[in-house]
């Protein structure tokens, strides 16, 4: 019987308290014991989850120094997630960090050396991958349902992200960033190609109230002249419904992330078929900003509490989240210069 994973929750704000602390208080063999937030009143919420016992603090640095956490979850805001990835591996502790992994390409670098060189877990929070609907997609693809894959895309039609600091740029990242590391990655794991070159257009059209573009158009080129496609829009705030879809020679896939709905059309035989790829209902405990329920979190904090237990690595680990924020700035590069930017230069 392997003794409780004692877990510390760097940013239990309202994001590491709904999603994280929500399901972590469920899993077995797991001591959530402590707790940071700058806010007194997500400390007291924090603890009306999780119990009396929390201990807490105002300052995440508080919780590193608790020897008994073997772990921790950092959903602090994004700029602060290279500071506190550090201070966790010197520390001493496994991390599951949210994504992304940082700012910038040579931050992801920093923290993935330190990850090594404390002979740590490093997870990123990636969970679309967890999901069982994209499990079923990439396992259909992978044994041939449409034949040689060639392209994918991702629309995303939705209202605003919460205000604050993700509305602002210089804390966030920008908006492909924050918002669309998420499909980025899944693409860059269902493609299995190295991505090469990105060309996008976008804007802050609508949403005058904050410096962060609120709709986008994304082309990702790929190794094997694959490509993908996302089109972005954060001021449609009726539907909410995330559509990834492949296609390749031989059929097409098409998903809808809320109806956990797939098709598949075969084109030899004109075949269509629907399926439900369904998760279980007691997973879907987390809303996020436009009422989307998320079904990858707890699936991905079994995952982490498994690799701290053996040693595993990560599905989604350093090097590929690394390589979702470059994707991810050569986007919003690509924008501001009005022009194509190729990958590599990311990590110049």
């Known amino acids: 019987m392997n003794e409780p994973l004692n877990i510390g929750v760097l940013g239990a704000g309202w994001f ?11 899993l077995g063999g797991v001591n ?15 603890k009306a989850v999780v119990g009396e016992d929390l201990r807490t603090s105002t300052d995440w640095r508080r919780i590193l ?3 008994a956490i073997d772990a921790v979850v950092i959903a602090l805001p994004n700029h602060q997630h290279h500071a ?5 591996f010197e520390a001493g502790k ?15 670098g920093e923290i993935i050396d330190a990850s090594e060189t404390a002979d740590r877990v490093l997870q990123v929070g990636h969970e679309m991958r967890f999901q069982r609907l994209y499990h079923h997609l990439k396992r259909m693809i992978d044994q041939g349902d449409i034949g040689d894959l060639h392209l994918m895309w991702c629309r995303e039609f939705r209202g605003p992200m919460r205000p ?3 509305s602002d740029e210089a804390l966030s990242g920008g908006t492909i960033l924050e918002k669309n590391s998420h499909h980025f990655d899944l693409f860059h794991w269902i493609l299995d190609k190295r991505p090469i070159r990105v060309a996008a257009t976008g804007g802050r059209n609508v949403l005058l109230d904050r410096n962060t573009l609120d709709n986008a158009q994304v082309l990702i080129e790929f ?5 993908a496609n996302l089109e972005l829009c954060l001021f449609a705030p009726y ?4 559509e990834i879809g492949a296609v390749g020679n031989g059929g097409r896939i098409d998903t809808w992330n809320q109806a956990q709905k797939l098709v598949h059309h075969r084109f030899d035989l004109h075949e269509r078929t629907e399926i439900q790829v369904a998760d279980p209902a007691d997973e879907t405990v987390f809303k996020d900003a436009s009422g989307g329920i998320d079904r990858g979190i707890r699936p991905e904090l079994e995952h982490f509490i498994e690799c701290c237990r053996t040693g595993k690595r990560p599905l989604t680990d350093g090097p590929s989240a690394r390589m979702s924020v470059a994707m991810c700035l050569a986007a919003q590069e690509s924008i501001k210069r009005r022009e194509g930017v190729m990958i590599e230069e990311m990590f110049s």
């Open 164 to 166: 604050g600091w993700r």
């Open 16 to 26: 590491g308290r709904e999603a994280h602390l929500a399901n972590l208080k469920c």
């Open 223 to 227: 190794e094997g002249e694959r490509r």
């Open 84 to 88: 506190a990835c550090l201070a966790a």
């Open 32 to 46: 959530v014991i402590a707790a940071s937030s700058r806010s007194e009143t997500s400390l007291t919420k924090a």
């Open 239 to 242: 539907g909410g419904e995330t």
């Open 65 to 67: 120094e608790i020897e």
């Open 94 to 108: 496994h991390v599951l960090c949210e994504k992304p992994l940082g700012l910038t390409v040579q931050e992801c």
